[in-house]
């Protein structure tokens, strides 16, 4: 159980463009999702907070317009990147925390996306 | 702000031999959670183990356990018995019990020779 998919794996769009990446809990609801980006051998940095119907919360220095999150089920968080450059291509990594995890604060993750902007 | 420290980039260990992996976190909070996820090369996070700061029984599962120090503000993951899979990048992370993030720390990159 708690299962997390995220697609695509790995996406490679034009400069100026947007792009929209989907993350799916598979088996549970997600009142909570998270998306971190990861530069390569770095670690995870929180880009934002995602609660079923309401508007996303972003970290400092994250830009909102540019970060589009929408969590419009409890199953279903999409990030799109909108007009895409060359320094938005890093590996993409969504967190879903199901009730029963509240209490432990446990997130279960998807394996991620690659996005390389040309 | 919550801060998580790993000091050993990279690490290597023996297969079947013992390695510990260092982490050390500031906060001001009382009640708090600690994580061990390990990221494979796949990329793919693992919840290795789990550690809830009002307990102060050290969390053990399998041949992963660790040594929280709460007062030094430390949590070690030790690994028994290493395995060749268990080679990958281990993050220490923090949540703070009211607040719904995670903060990681740079992670140890781990590998486990034959």
């Known amino acids: 159980g708690a299962v997390v998919s995220q697609h695509p794996s790995w996406v490679i769009c034009k400069s100026g463009t947007s792009v929209k990446i989907e993350c799916r809990s598979l088996?549970?609801?997600?009142?909570?999702m998270f998306w971190y980006r990861q530069f390569p051998k770095q670690s995870l940095m929180l880009m934002a907070t995602?609660?079923?119907?309401?508007?996303?919360?972003?970290e400092q220095g994250v830009e909102k317009d540019k970060f589009l999150i929408n969590h419009a089920s409890l199953t279903l968080s999409t990030l799109t990147v909108t007009s895409a450059h060359p320094e938005d291509s890093s590996f993409y990594i969504c967190?879903?925390?199901?009730?029963?995890?509240?209490?432990?604060?446990?997130?279960?993750f998807g394996p991620g996306t690659r996005l390389t902007v040309t | 702000a919550q801060t998580v420290t790993q000091s050993q980039p990279e690490m290597s260990v023996q297969e079947a031999e013992t390695v510990t992996l260092s982490c050390t976190y500031d906060?001001?909070?009382?009640?708090?959670?600690l994580f061990w996820y390990k990221q494979p090369p796949s990329r793919q996070m693992i919840l290795v183990i789990r550690q809830e700061a009002y307990k102060q029984q050290n969390a053990t599962e399998n041949r992963f356990s660790v040594n929280f120090q709460k007062a030094a503000k430390s949590f070690s993951l030790k690994i028994s018995d290493s395995q060749l899979g268990d080679t990958a990048m281990y993050f220490c992370a923090f949540s703070r019990y009211n607040n719904n993030d995670m903060r990681f720390g740079a992670g140890t990159r781990l590998t486990v020779k034959p």
């Open positions: 995602s609660n079923e119907g309401s508007k996303a919360t972003y």
């Open positions: 088996d549970f609801q997600a009142t909570t």
């Open positions: 906060t001001s909070e009382s009640n708090y959670y």
């Open positions: 967190s879903a925390r199901a009730p029963s995890s509240t209490l432990s604060r446990e997130q279960y």
